[in-house]
């Protein structure tokens, strides 16, 4: 019998997503700033320990309203990786800002954070760490350099809820970070994001920048008595029908992380043998790191190997993917001007993400037993 394609991801109920849609749907109130979405809010509040949550449509529309409340403006400078998705850096560029790429370290992926002062200027408005993998930057020294030069930082947490750098909760280290609830991710409603705030200086405009720029919020807490355009803004509100099946994925966190840390160590520890003899390299996790178990890659040797693994694995219906075609040479990056970041063009060509979702124990036997034999 012909068996089923792995694909590279694929959503998985964890318990009461369908009840919590229903309850959100007999509310009566489907729009955003539900019960669920406060719900899901006061969750990440606490347990995070930030001041303030927003959920918001998406990762990126949580770094585009980060973007705003920082003002920033035509020609300020954001230095950020180019080893990262579009969105850490189109955010900036959509209110003007030029990208100055930074390098990956060749261990974590994560920005090189040696190289960060060198490439501050009198421009430099913002610093945006993305904890790839969902294991953390060098939080230490990124902020000890942020604070010198008075430089806010925004954290692209899009991979790393529930990581931590030295005890600390991702997220909790910049102005704001932010969070994505994509289908990929770890705890997702499809598409999603938040917004966290740890400087409560700006959480009333952040309030009015995500309802089209109105005081909105302030008008259903009483606090006005109608509500008018007071600044710049956009839709930035998740509807509650995603906020109730976000809720009840956050509700079973402990249960999807301690699963996908089984997958994530089912790999390493199976593949790691076969990893040494063939020159293929796992991924490091500091030991005052404890990672968000959202990626599972391994590294090849060449741009050849890691291409014919690819096709191996499509060959024996696993769909293994890669990512991210380095953003500092690519057709608009280079418009920005020229940047040195050589490991991301090597990592670029030689990574490989094995398929990584909540339901994969079932079927990792197969990804396993395909990749030992390539
Ligand atoms: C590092 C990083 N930042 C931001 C995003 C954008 O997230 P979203 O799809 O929620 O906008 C992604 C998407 O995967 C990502 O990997």
Known sequence: MKQKPIPFNRVDIQGNELKYVQQAIGNGHISGDGTFTHKCNSLLEKELGVKKSLLTTSCTHALEMSAILLDIKPDDEVIVPSFTFVSTVNAFVLRGAKPV????????????????????????????????????????????????????????????????????????????????????????????????????????????????????????????????????????LLSDILAAFLFAQLEQRDKIQSKRKKIWETYYNSLKKWAKANNVRLPFIPQYCEQAYHIFYLLFDSEKLRNRF???????????????????????????????????ESVSKRIIRLPFYNGLESVIDKVINNSVKF
């Open 310 to 344: 690819l096709a191996y694995m499509q060959g024996n219906g696993i769909k293994a993917i890669f990512h991210y075609i380095p953003l500092h040479s690519s057709d608009k990056g280079k418009q920005f001007g020229k940047f040195d970041c050589t490991v991301t």
């Open 101 to 236: 790429f930074i390098d990956i370290r060749p261990d974590t992926l994560n920005m090189d954070e040696t190289q960060l002062e060198g490439l501050i200027t009198e421009k430099t408005k913002a610093i945006i760490p993305v904890h790839y993998a969902g294991v953390a930057c060098e939080m230490d020294t990124i902020m000890d350099i942020a604070n010198k030069y008075q430089i806010s930082v925004i954290e692209d947490n899009a991979h790393g809820l529930f990581g931590r750098y030295k005890g600390r909760y991702l997220g909790t280290f910049g102005t704001f970070a932010t969070q994505s609830f994509h289908e990929t991710k770890n705890i997702s409603c499809g598409e999603g994001g938040a917004l966290l705030i740890n400087d409560e200086n700006y959480i009333e405009r952040a309030e009015i920048i995500r309802e089209k720029g109105t005081n909105r919020t302030k008008f259903f807490r009483g606090k006005v008595d109608k509500y008018t355009w007071v600044d710049i803004g956009s839709s930035y």
